[in-house]
């Protein structure tokens, strides 16, 4: 069974060997002892007697290692800090594989990594995220069916949720095109700092749409033009990958079937219902920031980071930025609850190996580490 090992005591064994060897360097040289001077006359050469040495056995050769390169995406800093601590870790856990981080925001990656590809210098290692159907489709990524079946773990419910191995199914055939890390939803973000001084409970499991627009209308508060306090903000619920969630939440969804659809159904009573939800929650309850007084927030940390917004909907991967928050508390709560349940995007993540990798074995060996 694949063990855990925290990343402080990761790096402890890092820095530890690494100790080690600095100091085994830096330690003095002792010279050797010169021979006692006895005064006796020297014997003649040629009676000398013949110096004998034990035989030296030839030392081991090094062991080669083999560098990956591994293209990801960071859309903060903190973020950025995360990838590049996660190798950091591999690469100190082990002395036969090193890993390049390649790592810049998520809008040039696919450019980039389309140049590459077309180039014939793919990375080793992508992670996974669906702007790479096009590239999948071509056949840019192997089917890591291979590697899988070498580790039982992998295949043991037990240890590794085997419902995260479908959405790696991408051609709707039983290859497995990416190693699935987890999977992420969406979320409710709340400023407790802002719910206490407006006397409202904090979010609970039972929490539906109405109530979530009644506490974000006891936390708004405004002054002049522009918003002082916000009770929400839209800024990720405006894309088309989260606003479905109310249709789904409604009854219906953007269209008819997610495989095989055959019309547009955002016509429909209850789309347009959800759909005016979100408008009104900007233009008519005036709980949320319009564009303007959006940018102005992004000037100030960020929505929620600005600390004038209570309930924030985005994804878990918030997480890994909203740690560095010290002004206020915050927390997790599950999302609001509509007429027909709690629908949420869901997405998975993992690293792929390209076709065009020289040392997809070496890859295969990061990938499974940090799975």
């Known amino acids: 069974m694949l063990g855990k090992i925290s ?12 100790l080690g060897a600095l100091l085994g360097a830096c330690a003095p040289t002792t010279p050797s002892a010169p021979a006692p001077t006895t ?9 000398a007697p013949e110096a004998t040495q034990a035989p030296q056995e030839a030392a081991p050769p090094a062991a080669e290692t083999v560098e990956v390169s591994f293209m990801m995406w960071a859309w903060s800093p903190e ?20 890993v390049n981080p390649v790592i810049m925001p998520y809008g040039d990656l696919w450019t980039k990594l389309d140049i590459l590809i077309a180039s014939g210098e793919a990375p080793d290692s992508v992670w996974y995220d669906f702007a790479a159907y096009p590239l999948i489709a071509k056949g840019e990524f192997i089917d890591l069916s291979p590697y899988v079946e070498t580790v039982p773990e992998m295949l043991d419910d037990a240890v590794y949720d085997q ?17 699935p890390i987890g999977g992420e939803g969406m979320n409710l973000f709340y400023n407790l700092d802002l719910l206490d001084a407006a006397g409202e409970a904090y979010p609970t499991d039972d929490l539906t749409w109405d109530d979530f627009l009644a506490r974000a209308q006891a936390t708004t508060k405004a002054e002049g ?15 088309w990958w989260a606003w479905s969630l109310l249709l789904q939440a409604n009854g219906v969804d ?16 209850e789309a347009v219902e959800a759909l005016q939800f979100l408008q009104d929650l ?20 960020g929505d929620f980071a600005s600390g004038r917004v209570a309930l924030f909907i985005d994804g878990a991967w918030d997480v890994v930025s909203f740690r560095g928050i010290d002004r206020f508390e915050w927390d997790i709560a599950l999302l609001p609850k509509g007429p027909q349940g709690r629908p949420s995007p869901f997405w998975i993540g993992g690293p792929m190996i390209a076709t065009q990798s020289k ?3 070496a890859a295969w060996e990061w990938s499974k580490w940090t799975a």
């Not at 953007?254 to 009573?269: A, F, N, Y």
């Open 79 to 98: 973020n950025e800090q995360f990838e590049r601590e996660r190798v950091d870790m591999f690469n100190q856990s082990q002395g036969e594989v090193v």
């Open 282 to 301: 900007i233009y008519e309850h005036k709980v949320a920031p319009d564009p303007a007084q959006a940018s102005v927030l992004a000037d100030q940390g």
């Open 359 to 361: 040392n997809a074995d």
């Open 39 to 47: 005064g006796a006359s020297e014997a003649p050469v040629d009676e």
């Open 254 to 269: 953007i269209v008819d079937s997610r495989t095989k659809p055959t019309k547009c159904t955002l016509d429909t009573p």
């Open 163 to 179: 419902n995260f191995w479908e959405p790696t199914k991408m051609l709707g055939d039983d290859r497995k095109l990416a190693l």
């Open 7 to 18: 990343r402080r005591d990761m790096l402890k064994v890092g820095g530890g060997s690494l």
């Open 225 to 239: 033009d522009m918003g002082n306090q916000f009770g929400t903000s839209l800024a990720w619920l405006s894309s």
